[in-house]
């Protein structure tokens, strides 16, 4: 007699990326409740069970869905509002028009667009640093949509939150007590940055990581101004200090790292995780990231989006296929970055950075069941010879036909089931109107072009 469980995919080209990258051809994958119960060959597993749901995955591919390892999920509201300037005056920019118009009820809304573009595009999970973090991670469990998220520390009152820093600690705690083993979310500290946190009050946000068990995010060396304003008032690089500060224990998560230098590279093997986000890098100017020189030394590499009012889109496809073209650009090597390794970076090596390998990033037996469905029959993925090549190179967000968190079907035959994307996308053009009445078209136009 079969034994009875959820969800059968069946049919698939089915990549696990486990510890052998095992590729399983003509595959089935059987689900029960929020885990993956079994994986093989098709005839053998739907020999062995009988499903209430069936998902043919014919001509299709089926992995572990895709983690943004780094973004701000409800800047969504801010695409495309701040555009060509340098990163320093461009975070001004954007910080005036968040304090004006970002709050809980705000923030709540504009990142549930987010999640519905990450959902559409296969990304099952993301690192999200941002005000009113409550409120995300709320939205995050209504939408079904697995987040790691955190009290932001970031000094000042003059801020969307208006928090003290002593008031950012309390909260935090609040925050911590209340997302623990909570289905979805996972707790995460969150400090901006060394240049907006002075060392004193890292090393209270260190102690708190300390007292809890849990990672800390926090960018880090991304430009090259940011790396020599730190060094003036510190005496130290980003890295550096926060090497000094304790940061590098095996549990930092530090977003960018473009500006670090060979010495630096060998003080992060081993201790911390480097979000790599190529578009949002290219798009300010900070710099290409020596990925290359990090993971020969040791560093694990994963990657990010950044968030929309930066890289403009929530793609994690294109932070693949950048990550792996522009190492080998960078580098003069065509031979670095495999398509394979590219995949591993927003899959397994993902979800080991941000402390969930036990977890999520691979498809293996007693893994949660967060599972991407590309399909191939389209004729920018005709033919296929290599099935990563044509991930990385070839696939894109609209290749997406089903999505799984949890167990749970999000996405079904390219539409979302458990976001009105109508409602939403309407709740979000209500609030960006309140945006424009702040910042008028004109102001936005540039006088004098450079071309």
């Known amino acids: 007699m079969k034994q009875k469980i959820d969800t059968l995919i069946t049919k698939a080209l089915i990549i696990t990326m486990d510890s052998t990258h095992r590729i399983i ?12 119960l079994d994986i093989g060959k098709n005839d053998e597993i739907t020999a062995r069970y009988e499903a209430a749901q069936t998902i043919d995955a014919s001509s299709s591919i089926a992995m572990p869905g895709l983690i943004n390892t780094h973004t701000h999920l409800a800047t969504a509201i801010f695409r495309g509002l701040v555009e060509d300037m340098q990163l320093s005056p461009w975070l001004q920019e954007v910080w005036r028009y968040e304090k004006a118009i970002m709050d809980g009820a705000t923030v709540g809304v504009s990142s549930r667009l987010a999640m519905l573009e990450s959902v559409l595009g296969g990304v099952t999970c ?10 995300t991670a709320a939205m995050a469990q209504r939408i079904g949509f697995r987040l790691v998220n955190g009290p932001v520390f970031i000094e000042g009152t003059d801020l969307p939150d208006g928090m003290s820093f ?24 969150m400090p901006h940055s060394t240049y907006t946190d002075r060392p004193e009050m890292l090393a209270r946000v260190k102690r708190m990581a300390d007292k809890y068990g849990l990672m800390v995010n926090i960018h880090a ?42 010495e630096e590279i060998a003080l992060l093997a081993g201790t911390a995780s480097v979000a790599h ?32 009012q930066s890289g403009n889109d929530l793609d994690m496809w294109l932070a693949m296929r950048l990550a792996a073209v522009l190492q080998k650009c960078a580098n003069g090597d065509p031979t670095l970055f495999r398509a394979e390794d590219a995949v591993a970076m927003a899959t397994i090596e993902a979800a080991k ?19 991407v469905i590309v399909h191939l029959d389209s004729p920018h993925l005709t033919p296929m010879y290599d099935p990563y090549a044509q991930l990385v190179y070839a696939v894109g967000r609209e290749d997406v036909a089903t999505v799984l968190i949890d167990g749970k079907v999000v996405v079904r ?39």
């Open 25 to 36: 051809e003509q595959g089935a994958i059987a689900v029960d409740h929020d885990s993956i």
């Open 126 to 135: 993301a690192v999200d640093m941002y005000w009113f973090p409550i409120e």
């Open 221 to 262: 060396a991304e430009t090259a101004l940011e790396r020599d304003e730190v060094r003036t008032r510190f005496g130290k690089t980003p890295i550096r200090l926060l090497h000094d500060l304790g940061f590098l224990d095996g549990r930092a998560l530090l977003a960018h790292c473009v500006h670090v230098d060979d």
């Open 277 to 308: 986000n190529p578009m949002s890098n290219l798009k300010l100017a900070s710099g290409i990231a020596p990925l290359a020189r990090m993971v020969d030394a040791g560093v694990r590499v994963c990657l990010g989006t950044d968030g929309a």
């Open 353 to 371: 950075a941000i402390g969930l390998g036990n977890k999520i990033g691979s498809l293996e037996p007693g893994k949660k069941a967060d599972i």
């Open 413 to 451: 035959d390219r539409m979302p089931v458990t976001i009105d994307p109508r409602e939403c996308i309407a709740s979000v053009n209500k609030i960006s109107e309140r945006v424009r009445a702040k910042v008028p078209l004109s102001a936005r136009r540039i006088e004098k072009p450079h071309i």
């Open 166 to 189: 002593q008031q950012r600690e309390k909260y935090a705690e609040e925050f911590v007590e209340r997302a623990t083993d909570t289905p979805l979310i996972e707790p995460m500290l």
